[in-house]
């Protein structure tokens, strides 16, 4: 049970975390608009979900009457992170050029479970490393797809911090659902802080996440540069060979001549 020191501490955390989430979201927002890449709105939509997430969080704890509905929400929105991140990944390996639909069965599956576990006997602390422990496995399985991506030779180590900013998020929720666990194995209890910093400590792996998924965003551009770069340099060269030789006879006409003087 946190004091009033402890609570204070998680308000103030859990205000960062969402302001965090909803200036990554707006970030990537901005940059699907300068520049069009599916995966740009698709990590939108995985950042606000984790926003709405934090906020029914928030909401379970201060409005008791719509603990269960908006503890189902915090799930969700925390599954959907975990989704989409997977998704953006998947679209910018594949280059594709629309969001695909959520599967049907993936969602009915996702809202089942996240009901089930708001069900579930006892308070937030006896259910939450269950979730923990779940979101984990499902960031880790983006950790090979992101490993996978087609980067040429010197953007090897962005996709290195890509997959290591992936794993260190997983391994952090990992740890606060097993931690978790031994309190309720032991009995023992967490520090004042230790939500307080638990927020603060994902918010800095989830911005970790959020910058390796921008450099790839402009090892991308980069390389759509350099493909139109050589497009264009190919179309200069073929107007001047036009401009020096005789469309009739394909020999160099006077103006080649004169240069060749």
């Known amino acids: 049970v946190l004091g009033p020191l402890g609570v204070n501490l998680s308000l103030v955390s859990s205000a960062i975390q969402m302001a965090g989430m909803v200036a990554m979201a707006f970030l990537f927002s901005i940059l699907g608009g300068a520049v069009k890449r599916v995966y740009f709105r698709i990590w939108t939509r995985a950042f606000l979900s ?21 503890e ?18 998947t679209a910018y390996s594949k280059r594709e050029e629309k969001i695909p639909p959520i599967p049907r069965l993936g969602m009915a599956g996702a809202v089942l479970l996240a009901c089930s576990l708001a069900s579930l006997y006892g308070d937030f602390t006896l259910r939450y490393p269950i979730h ?53 194995k032991t009995g023992a209890t967490a520090g004042t802080g230790y939500s307080a910093y638990q927020s603060i400590g994902d ?56 240069e060749l003087t």
Do not use: K
């Open 132 to 184: 923990a422990l779940l979101l984990a496995a499902g960031l880790a399985v983006s950790l090979p797809q992101a490993w996978r991506l087609r980067l040429h030779q010197e953007a090897v180590q962005v996709r290195f911090l890509a997959t290591l900013a992936v794993g260190l998020l997983a391994l952090n929720f990992f740890a606060h659902g097993a931690f978790m666990l031994w309190l309720q």
């Open 72 to 89: 189902c929400i915090y799930y969700l929105g925390e599954y959907g992170f975990a989704y989409w991140l997977f998704l953006g990944f």
């Open 50 to 70: 984790m926003a709405v997430a934090l906020v029914a969080l928030e909401g379970a704890f201060h409005f008791p009457p719509g603990r269960w509905g908006l």
């Open 203 to 258: 918010l800095f792996f989830e911005v970790l996440v959020a910058f390796s998924l921008v450099t790839l965003a402009t090892v991308d551009v980069r390389r759509s540069l350099e493909a139109a770069n050589q497009i264009m340099q190919g179309e200069r060269d073929r107007l001047a060979m036009l401009a020096q030789t005789d469309a009739l006879t394909g020999c160099f006409n006077r103006r080649a001549l004169d």
